[in-house]
């Protein structure tokens, strides 16, 4: 007798699932919620849990080849190993791609915002493809592209340039050894010069060559 009203108890649990399910024209929320197909993906919460809207950035991942995810229409492979300016290159090489060139101020915006939610908050510098050019002073190019960096706003971290009247300028710190572009962690993620090897804890940002 018990068995046997467990087994009903079981049978209508089931029965009530399956008359939720979803038409063929309708998409099942998470909740079981049914909503119209046309309603996924639209930029409005349908589904009281918001199921509908929640996995539409995967969705766009998911035109990246392996490894990489769509930021802002670009594919980007963020990385976690860190070393060198050099290393970073190369390992950016090995899957196919290249050092992130950041010369779009909205792109910039996207990119840090990422970084962000994936590293709690500013915990990583990053490289990106930026280096100073032989025998010129205080411009720096993409490396894939040979095309100068813009100074200034919205790019490069504020930087005290020491004088007593508080000379404020966002540019990179003059100096021989800042040959390289990273993302500086300290400076909430814009753009800083160091040396290849002297900047610590830097992994990368790669895009698909
Ligand atoms: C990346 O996502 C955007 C929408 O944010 C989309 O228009 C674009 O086609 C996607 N690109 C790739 C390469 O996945
Ligand atoms: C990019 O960097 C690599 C490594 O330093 C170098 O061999 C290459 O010449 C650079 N490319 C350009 C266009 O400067």
């Known amino acids: 007798m018990e068995i046997l009203s467990t087994v009903l108890l079981m049978l209508v649990a ?3 699932t399956s008359a939720q399910a979803c038409s063929a024209e309708d998409f099942a929320c998470s909740n079981g919620q049914c909503i119209s197909i046309t309603n996924v993906c639209d930029g409005v919460q349908h589904c009281s849990d918001n199921s509908d809207e929640t996995r539409c950035a995967q969705i766009d991942m998911e035109e990246c080849p392996p490894l990489y995810t769509n930021v802002s229409g670009r594919c980007l492979h963020i990385d976690i190993v860190t070393g060198t300016w ?4 190369y390992r950016c090489r090995e899957i196919g791609g290249v050092m992130v060139e950041v010369d779009d101020a ?3 915006y996207d990119l840090v915002n990422v970084l962000k939610q994936q590293f709690a908050s500013n915990t990583k510098n990053f490289w990106i493809g930026g280096q100073k050019p032989a025998g010129l ?3 720096y190019v993409w490396n894939t592209t040979g095309t100068f960096i813009a100074m200034g706003s919205p790019f490069w971290a504020v930087y005290d340039s020491g004088s007593s009247t508080g000379d404020y ?3 990179p710190m003059e100096s021989a050894e800042a040959q390289y572009v990273y993302l500086n962690k300290d400076r909430f993620l814009y753009f800083s010069a160091g040396d290849a090897v002297g ?10 060559a």
């Open 199 to 208: 900047v610590a804890d830097a992994s990368v940002v790669c895009q698909l």
């Open 169 to 171: 300028s966002q540019e």
């Open 137 to 139: 002073e205080s411009s």
């Open 14 to 16: 089931l029965k009530t």
């Open 106 to 108: 909205n792109f910039f």
């Open 86 to 89: 050099f290393e970073m290159h």
